[in-house]
């Protein structure tokens, strides 16, 4: 085998190699993508809209009962954890109980404990589900060095 030839060779295995490793870096990054999405679309929400019905709860600006039925809305089409629904419409329940006029510390603090529960899950969603992508981006790191080192030996 020349000189030539075994350049070829040698040019093209490591062009292989580079295709590899780049498919392997995108397909790593698209899943760190999903798994960050996932993260701040559905719970950063659910967390922004309580934040703004405790707000507007504690604040009572002149429409605050609109900017809690608007949040509490919102809310409602945002469920993504299990049992989120369930405590949503005790939120509701509440509220509604609230809006009606019956504003004694029992239905206040219902609509309090509702919404802590609702920020209390997605916190700890945030937290699962950054762990998540913290072991898909280990696994990323990982991956690319056993297909170089693969390729290599």
């Keep these: 085998m020349n000189i030539k030839t075994k350049l070829t060779l040698g040019v093209g295995l490591l062009f292989i190699l580079i295709i590899i490793l780049s498919l392997t870096g995108a397909f790593n990054i698209q899943a760190l993508k999903s798994d960050s999405e996932n993260i701040l679309?559905?719970?950063?929400?659910?967390l922004q809209y309580c934040t703004n019905i405790l707000a507007?709860?504690?604040?009572?600006?002149?429409?605050?009962l609109l900017v809690m039925?608007?949040?509490l809305r919102n809310q409602e089409r945002n469920i993504t954890e299990e049992r989120e629904?369930?405590?949503t419409g005790d939120l509701r329940t509440y509220f509604d109980n609230y809006k009606s006029g019956a504003k004694e510390q029992h239905t206040s603090d219902g609509l309090r404990q509702s919404i802590l529960k609702i920020m209390d899950m997605n916190m700890n969603a945030i937290e699962i589900k950054s762990d998540i992508a913290?072991?898909?981006?280990?696994?990323a790191v990982f991956g690319s060095w056993s297909v170089a080192r693969y390729v290599l030996l």
């Design 56 to 64: 507007a709860m504690e604040e009572r600006p002149e429409n605050y």
């Design 41 to 46: 679309t559905a719970n950063y929400k659910s």
């Design 85 to 87: 629904a369930e405590v």
């Design 134 to 139: 913290k072991a898909t981006a280990d696994k």
């Design 69 to 71: 039925e608007n949040n």
